[in-house]
């Protein structure tokens, strides 16, 4: 599998069932992109309903295709 390089303006939605089975379906723009002091690339993100709502996660869960599926 490939590794994808994540970027500030990608566009991401999540993939992952909500609570009781709903769709938790939810769009994200990276934000910024940044690495600790440890070496691990983090994404903080911004939600498209709510751009008061953000969040950073490490990259690679961004990247997952399981949690995560980019918008083109």
């Not at 769709?23 to 934000?31: K, M, P």
């Not at 953000?54 to 949690?67: G, I, N």
Request: glycine share 6%.
């Amino acid at each position: 599998m490939t590794k994808r390089t994540i970027e500030p303006g990608q566009r991401f939605r999540g993939v992952q069932l909500g609570v009781y089975g709903r769709s938790a379906v939810s769009n994200w723009i990276v934000e910024a992109v940044h690495t600790d002091a440890q070496g691990i690339r983090h994404a903080r993100i911004v939600s498209t309903a709510d751009r008061t709502e953000r969040k950073t996660l490490a990259a690679e869960v961004l990247a997952d295709p399981t949690r995560f599926e980019e918008e083109f």
